[in-house]
Protein backbone atom coordinates (compact mmCIF):
# COMPACT_ATOMS: atom_id res chain seq x y z
CA UNK A 1 0.00 0.00 0.00
CA UNK A 2 1.68 3.10 -1.16
CA UNK A 3 1.54 6.24 1.46
CA UNK A 4 -1.68 7.84 -0.37
CA UNK A 5 -3.66 5.05 -0.36
CA UNK A 6 -2.66 4.58 3.15
CA UNK A 7 -3.90 8.13 4.15
CA UNK A 8 -7.30 7.48 2.58
CA UNK A 9 -7.97 4.77 4.76
CA UNK A 10 -10.16 5.68 7.70
CA UNK A 11 -6.72 5.43 10.20
CA UNK A 12 -4.99 7.34 7.74
CA UNK A 13 -7.77 9.67 7.53
CA UNK A 14 -7.42 10.23 11.59
CA UNK A 15 -4.01 10.30 11.41
CA UNK A 16 -3.40 12.66 9.04
CA UNK A 17 -5.55 15.26 10.84
CA UNK A 18 -3.61 15.00 13.19
CA UNK A 19 0.07 15.18 11.43
CA UNK A 20 0.91 11.67 12.36
CA UNK A 21 1.10 10.88 8.53
CA UNK A 22 3.92 7.68 7.14
CA UNK A 23 6.74 7.80 6.07
CA UNK A 24 8.70 4.89 4.04
CA UNK A 25 11.11 2.67 5.72
CA UNK A 26 14.77 3.91 6.07
CA UNK A 27 13.56 7.65 5.63
CA UNK A 28 15.97 10.21 7.10
CA UNK A 29 13.86 12.94 8.64
CA UNK A 30 16.63 14.60 10.66
CA UNK A 31 20.05 13.82 10.03
CA UNK A 32 22.77 13.24 12.84
CA UNK A 33 24.44 17.29 12.91
CA UNK A 34 28.23 16.91 12.19
CA UNK A 35 28.85 18.02 16.09
CA UNK A 36 27.53 13.73 16.79
CA UNK A 37 30.28 12.15 14.82
CA UNK A 38 34.10 11.92 16.60
CA UNK A 39 36.96 12.94 15.04
CA UNK A 40 38.71 9.45 15.71
CA UNK A 41 36.99 6.08 15.25
CA UNK A 42 37.96 3.29 17.16
CA UNK A 43 38.62 -0.23 16.54
CA UNK A 44 35.67 -1.89 14.38
CA UNK A 45 34.21 -5.47 14.68
CA UNK A 46 32.91 -8.47 13.17
CA UNK A 47 30.13 -9.17 15.50
CA UNK A 48 28.63 -7.33 18.15
CA UNK A 49 26.18 -8.56 20.63
CA UNK A 50 24.16 -5.64 22.43
CA UNK A 51 21.83 -6.22 25.19
CA UNK A 52 19.41 -2.77 26.91
CA UNK A 53 17.03 -2.88 29.58
CA UNK A 54 13.10 -1.12 28.97
CA UNK A 55 11.23 1.23 30.57
CA UNK A 56 7.99 1.98 32.83
CA UNK A 57 7.16 5.65 31.62
CA UNK A 58 5.17 6.63 34.96
CA UNK A 59 5.05 10.36 34.54
CA UNK A 60 4.94 13.17 31.41
CA UNK A 61 5.40 16.69 32.01
CA UNK A 62 3.71 18.24 29.65
CA UNK A 63 0.83 16.41 28.12
CA UNK A 64 -0.41 18.63 25.05
CA UNK A 65 3.13 18.06 23.60
CA UNK A 66 2.12 14.53 23.10
CA UNK A 67 -0.22 16.42 20.06
CA UNK A 68 2.15 18.43 18.77
CA UNK A 69 5.44 17.53 17.39
CA UNK A 70 8.32 19.91 17.35
CA UNK A 71 9.48 21.19 14.11
CA UNK A 72 13.16 19.31 14.48
CA UNK A 73 10.59 15.88 14.40
CA UNK A 74 10.94 14.54 18.14
CA UNK A 75 7.90 15.04 20.62
CA UNK A 76 9.33 17.31 23.63
CA UNK A 77 6.69 16.33 26.50
CA UNK A 78 9.38 14.56 28.94
CA UNK A 79 9.22 11.91 31.23
CA UNK A 80 10.27 9.85 34.41
CA UNK A 81 10.29 6.38 33.61
CA UNK A 82 11.69 3.26 35.72
CA UNK A 83 14.23 0.94 34.48
CA UNK A 84 13.23 -2.28 33.84
CA UNK A 85 14.80 -6.09 32.95
CA UNK A 86 12.59 -6.84 30.36
CA UNK A 87 15.55 -6.82 28.04
CA UNK A 88 16.34 -6.30 23.98
CA UNK A 89 18.93 -7.52 22.22
CA UNK A 90 20.61 -7.16 18.98
CA UNK A 91 23.24 -8.48 17.15
CA UNK A 92 25.36 -7.10 14.17
CA UNK A 93 27.26 -8.79 11.92
CA UNK A 94 29.69 -7.31 9.21
CA UNK A 95 28.82 -9.72 5.89
CA UNK A 96 30.45 -9.40 2.50
CA UNK A 97 27.80 -8.39 0.25
CA UNK A 98 26.97 -4.91 0.41
CA UNK A 99 23.85 -5.25 1.69
CA UNK A 100 21.70 -5.33 4.88
CA UNK A 101 20.24 -8.40 5.84
CA UNK A 102 17.44 -8.71 7.88
CA UNK A 103 17.67 -12.44 10.21
CA UNK A 104 14.64 -14.64 9.54
CA UNK A 105 14.12 -14.60 13.39
CA UNK A 106 13.07 -10.86 13.98
CA UNK A 107 9.60 -10.21 14.99
CA UNK A 108 9.59 -6.77 13.83
CA UNK A 109 11.41 -6.72 10.97
CA UNK A 110 10.43 -3.00 9.60
CA UNK A 111 10.74 -1.58 12.34
CA UNK A 112 14.68 -2.92 12.65
CA UNK A 113 15.56 -2.08 9.07
CA UNK A 114 14.37 1.54 9.42
CA UNK A 115 16.71 1.82 12.38
CA UNK A 116 19.46 -0.32 10.50
CA UNK A 117 19.27 1.98 7.60
CA UNK A 118 19.60 4.93 9.38
CA UNK A 119 22.01 4.23 10.63
CA UNK A 120 24.07 2.99 8.20
CA UNK A 121 23.66 5.86 5.53
CA UNK A 122 24.30 8.33 8.34
CA UNK A 123 27.54 6.75 8.83
CA UNK A 124 28.09 6.01 5.35
CA UNK A 125 29.17 2.70 6.38
CA UNK A 126 31.15 0.64 3.64
CA UNK A 127 30.11 -3.41 3.28
CA UNK A 128 27.00 -5.42 4.73
CA UNK A 129 25.35 -6.19 7.59
CA UNK A 130 23.18 -9.19 8.75
CA UNK A 131 21.41 -8.18 12.12
CA UNK A 132 19.13 -10.03 14.96
CA UNK A 133 17.28 -7.98 16.91
CA UNK A 134 14.01 -9.09 19.55
CA UNK A 135 12.32 -8.59 23.01
CA UNK A 136 12.55 -10.92 25.79
CA UNK A 137 9.01 -9.56 26.59
CA UNK A 138 6.45 -11.20 24.69
CA UNK A 139 4.32 -8.02 24.29
CA UNK A 140 4.28 -4.84 22.13
CA UNK A 141 2.32 -1.55 22.40
CA UNK A 142 1.52 -2.46 26.18
CA UNK A 143 3.64 0.35 27.88
CA UNK A 144 7.20 -0.93 28.12
CA UNK A 145 8.87 0.37 25.32
CA UNK A 146 9.72 -2.37 23.78
CA UNK A 147 9.50 -0.66 19.99
CA UNK A 148 12.03 2.03 20.83
CA UNK A 149 14.52 -0.47 22.66
CA UNK A 150 14.23 -2.24 19.89
CA UNK A 151 15.09 0.63 17.87
CA UNK A 152 18.30 1.63 19.89
CA UNK A 153 19.51 -1.84 20.32
CA UNK A 154 19.82 -1.69 16.71
CA UNK A 155 21.45 1.43 16.63
CA UNK A 156 24.00 1.12 19.27
CA UNK A 157 24.73 -2.33 17.24
CA UNK A 158 25.70 -0.49 14.55
CA UNK A 159 27.21 2.04 15.66
CA UNK A 160 29.93 -0.42 17.70
CA UNK A 161 30.65 -2.32 14.38
CA UNK A 162 31.77 0.50 12.88
CA UNK A 163 33.92 1.46 15.26
CA UNK A 164 31.17 4.21 17.23
CA UNK A 165 31.73 6.94 14.57
CA UNK A 166 28.91 8.80 16.18
CA UNK A 167 28.90 9.69 19.97
CA UNK A 168 26.85 7.60 21.53
CA UNK A 169 25.07 10.23 23.70
CA UNK A 170 23.57 11.79 20.45
CA UNK A 171 21.65 8.93 19.47
CA UNK A 172 18.90 9.21 21.80
CA UNK A 173 17.72 12.56 19.92
CA UNK A 174 18.81 11.30 16.41
CA UNK A 175 16.28 8.15 16.92
CA UNK A 176 13.49 10.29 18.39
CA UNK A 177 13.61 12.47 15.33
CA UNK A 178 13.16 10.03 13.03
CA UNK A 179 10.94 7.61 14.98
CA UNK A 180 8.70 5.51 13.61
CA UNK A 181 7.03 1.97 13.99
CA UNK A 182 5.85 -0.39 11.57
CA UNK A 183 2.29 -1.14 10.05
CA UNK A 184 1.05 -4.47 9.58
CA UNK A 185 -0.59 -4.23 6.32
CA UNK A 186 1.85 -1.78 4.75
CA UNK A 187 5.49 -3.45 5.51
CA UNK A 188 7.76 -0.82 3.76
CA UNK A 189 6.01 2.06 5.62
CA UNK A 190 6.34 3.33 9.30
CA UNK A 191 3.84 5.90 11.47
CA UNK A 192 5.11 8.63 13.39
CA UNK A 193 4.81 7.54 17.29
CA UNK A 194 5.41 10.27 19.85
CA UNK A 195 8.80 9.79 21.43
CA UNK A 196 10.98 11.53 23.27
CA UNK A 197 14.26 9.54 23.26
CA UNK A 198 13.25 8.33 27.40
CA UNK A 199 13.55 4.77 26.26
CA UNK A 200 16.79 5.29 24.49
CA UNK A 201 18.34 7.28 27.54
CA UNK A 202 17.55 4.71 29.76
CA UNK A 203 18.99 1.98 27.39
CA UNK A 204 21.88 4.44 28.04
CA UNK A 205 22.03 5.03 31.94
CA UNK A 206 19.45 2.84 33.66
CA UNK A 207 18.32 3.56 36.69
CA UNK A 208 15.08 6.19 37.57
CA UNK A 209 15.30 8.94 35.26
CA UNK A 210 13.91 12.38 34.39
CA UNK A 211 14.23 13.01 30.90
CA UNK A 212 13.72 16.92 29.56
CA UNK A 213 14.30 18.35 25.90
CA UNK A 214 15.19 15.18 25.27
CA UNK A 215 18.32 15.08 27.94
CA UNK A 216 18.67 13.05 30.76
CA UNK A 217 18.70 16.08 33.62
CA UNK A 218 18.00 13.64 36.74
CA UNK A 219 18.66 10.14 38.06
CA UNK A 220 18.05 8.19 40.78
CA UNK A 221 19.31 4.41 41.61
CA UNK A 222 16.14 2.34 42.23
CA UNK A 223 16.58 0.75 45.51
CA UNK A 224 17.91 -2.57 45.88
CA UNK A 225 14.80 -5.06 47.16
CA UNK A 226 12.74 -3.61 44.65
CA UNK A 227 10.93 -5.62 41.90
CA UNK A 228 7.60 -4.71 39.98
CA UNK A 229 4.77 -6.86 39.22
CA UNK A 230 3.14 -6.24 35.88
CA UNK A 231 -0.67 -7.16 35.04
CA UNK A 232 -1.51 -7.48 31.39
CA UNK A 233 -4.95 -6.33 30.95
CA UNK A 234 -7.39 -8.06 28.48
CA UNK A 235 -7.75 -5.15 25.86
CA UNK A 236 -6.84 -5.48 21.91
CA UNK A 237 -3.12 -5.10 21.28
CA UNK A 238 -3.54 -3.61 17.27
CA UNK A 239 -0.22 -2.45 15.25
CA UNK A 240 1.36 0.60 15.60
CA UNK A 241 -1.09 2.26 13.14
CA UNK A 242 -4.12 1.42 14.95
CA UNK A 243 -2.30 1.95 18.61
CA UNK A 244 -1.81 5.65 17.25
CA UNK A 245 -5.53 5.88 15.17
CA UNK A 246 -6.77 4.98 18.84
CA UNK A 247 -5.07 7.31 20.60
CA UNK A 248 -5.60 9.71 18.29
CA UNK A 249 -9.65 9.60 18.40
CA UNK A 250 -9.67 8.75 21.93
CA UNK A 251 -6.97 11.40 23.78
CA UNK A 252 -5.62 14.14 22.05
CA UNK A 253 -9.09 16.19 21.88
CA UNK A 254 -9.32 15.49 25.49
CA UNK A 255 -5.77 16.45 25.85
CA UNK A 256 -6.06 19.75 24.72
CA UNK A 257 -9.53 20.73 26.35
CA UNK A 258 -8.48 19.85 29.51
CA UNK A 259 -4.70 21.75 29.29
CA UNK A 260 -5.44 24.30 31.03
CA UNK A 261 -5.70 21.94 34.23
CA UNK A 262 -3.52 19.25 32.87
CA UNK A 263 -0.50 21.76 31.65
CA UNK A 264 -0.14 22.81 35.19
CA UNK A 265 -0.96 19.39 37.37
CA UNK A 266 1.63 17.26 35.07
CA UNK A 267 4.54 20.33 35.81
CA UNK A 268 4.04 20.10 39.47
CA UNK A 269 3.63 16.17 39.60
CA UNK A 270 7.23 15.90 37.80
CA UNK A 271 8.81 18.64 40.11
CA UNK A 272 7.37 16.99 43.46
CA UNK A 273 9.22 13.52 41.63
CA UNK A 274 12.34 15.56 41.01
CA UNK A 275 12.91 16.70 44.13
CA UNK A 276 12.14 13.74 45.99
CA UNK A 277 14.51 11.93 43.43
CA UNK A 278 17.18 14.34 44.63
CA UNK A 279 16.59 13.21 48.46
CA UNK A 280 16.36 9.04 47.09
CA UNK A 281 12.61 9.24 48.66
CA UNK A 282 11.30 6.38 46.83
CA UNK A 283 8.50 6.52 48.99
CA UNK A 284 7.28 10.04 48.06
CA UNK A 285 8.09 9.19 44.23
CA UNK A 286 5.36 6.14 44.52
CA UNK A 287 2.76 8.88 46.06
CA UNK A 288 3.06 11.16 43.19
CA UNK A 289 2.84 8.99 40.66
CA UNK A 290 -0.57 7.08 42.19
CA UNK A 291 -2.07 11.02 42.51
CA UNK A 292 -1.60 11.49 39.03
CA UNK A 293 -3.10 8.37 38.25
CA UNK A 294 -5.98 8.75 41.10
CA UNK A 295 -6.42 11.92 39.09
CA UNK A 296 -10.18 11.45 37.63
CA UNK A 297 -9.02 13.65 34.39
CA UNK A 298 -6.37 11.81 33.72
CA UNK A 299 -7.58 8.66 34.45
CA UNK A 300 -10.78 9.46 31.83
CA UNK A 301 -7.56 9.53 29.06
CA UNK A 302 -7.08 5.99 29.65
CA UNK A 303 -10.62 5.22 29.73
CA UNK A 304 -11.26 6.33 26.57
CA UNK A 305 -8.75 4.51 25.44
CA UNK A 306 -9.42 1.41 27.02
CA UNK A 307 -13.35 1.30 28.05
CA UNK A 308 -13.49 -0.10 32.15
CA UNK A 309 -9.72 0.40 32.45
CA UNK A 310 -10.43 3.17 35.29
CA UNK A 311 -12.27 0.80 37.62
CA UNK A 312 -9.85 -1.74 37.21
CA UNK A 313 -7.08 0.70 38.26
CA UNK A 314 -9.32 1.25 40.99
CA UNK A 315 -10.13 -1.91 42.24
CA UNK A 316 -6.47 -3.15 41.82
CA UNK A 317 -5.17 -0.27 44.03
CA UNK A 318 -7.76 -1.06 46.81
CA UNK A 319 -6.98 -4.42 46.53
CA UNK A 320 -3.30 -3.87 47.72
CA UNK A 321 -3.90 -0.91 50.71
CA UNK A 322 -2.79 -3.83 53.10
CA UNK A 323 0.22 -4.87 50.88
CA UNK A 324 2.03 -1.42 51.07
CA UNK A 325 3.05 -1.21 47.81
CA UNK A 326 5.31 1.41 46.51
CA UNK A 327 2.79 2.28 43.84
CA UNK A 328 0.74 1.30 41.15
CA UNK A 329 0.39 2.93 37.98
CA UNK A 330 -0.65 2.57 33.84
CA UNK A 331 2.49 2.68 32.47
CA UNK A 332 3.17 5.05 29.45
CA UNK A 333 0.06 5.37 27.32
CA UNK A 334 -1.29 1.70 28.64
CA UNK A 335 -2.95 -0.67 29.25
CA UNK A 336 -0.17 -2.10 31.61
CA UNK A 337 -0.78 -2.25 35.38
CA UNK A 338 2.85 -1.79 37.69
CA UNK A 339 3.14 -2.21 40.83
CA UNK A 340 6.37 -1.45 42.54
CA UNK A 341 7.05 -3.29 45.75
CA UNK A 342 9.26 -5.02 47.79
CA UNK A 343 10.51 -8.12 46.94
CA UNK A 344 9.51 -9.54 50.15
CA UNK A 345 5.78 -8.77 49.07
CA UNK A 346 5.76 -9.74 45.49
CA UNK A 347 4.13 -13.28 45.17
CA UNK A 348 1.39 -11.57 47.56
CA UNK A 349 0.97 -9.30 45.05
CA UNK A 350 1.19 -10.80 42.40
CA UNK A 351 -1.64 -13.27 43.68
CA UNK A 352 -3.84 -9.70 43.67
CA UNK A 353 -3.22 -9.42 40.45
CA UNK A 354 -3.96 -12.89 39.05
CA UNK A 355 -7.30 -11.90 40.82
CA UNK A 356 -8.58 -9.30 38.37
CA UNK A 357 -8.46 -12.02 35.55
CA UNK A 358 -5.56 -10.15 33.71
CA UNK A 359 -3.91 -11.55 30.39
CA UNK A 360 -1.16 -12.62 32.02
CA UNK A 361 1.19 -11.18 35.43
CA UNK A 362 4.93 -11.46 35.11
CA UNK A 363 7.45 -10.44 38.01
CA UNK A 364 10.41 -8.48 36.88
CA UNK A 365 13.67 -6.45 38.50
CA UNK A 366 14.47 -2.92 38.17
CA UNK A 367 17.30 -2.22 35.93
CA UNK A 368 19.67 0.06 37.49
CA UNK A 369 22.66 -0.64 34.30
CA UNK A 370 22.20 0.56 30.87
CA UNK A 371 22.94 -1.43 28.18
CA UNK A 372 26.02 -3.77 27.75
CA UNK A 373 28.24 -5.01 24.54
CA UNK A 374 29.36 -8.52 23.62
CA UNK A 375 31.76 -9.37 21.06
Not at 55 to 78: M, Q, S, W
Not at 314 to 335: D, M
Request: net charge negative; proline share 5%.
Amino acid sequence: MSIAEWSQTNQGEVLKRWGFEPFPVGKINTPLPDSAFKKDIGETSSRIRVSVPGRFNCLIKDPVALVKREPTGEFNYGEISFGVRLMTHAEAHSIEDNELVIGSNVRRSGLVRHFAEIMMKSINYQGGIYIEANNDFPYSHIGSGSSAALATATALAINKLAGEPVKIEALPLFLAQNYGEEIKDSPNLLVPVQCTGGTSLMALHGGLIAVEDNKLTQRMEIPEGLVYVIGIPNFSMPDSKGSMTREAEAVFQHILDSARYMQPFFAQRFQEIRAAMTSGDIKTVGSVIEMVDSDEVIIQGYENMFPGISEQYKSLTSLLQTSLPISTFISSAGPSFVTICSIGKQEEIAHLHRSMGFKDVIISKPANQGFKYET
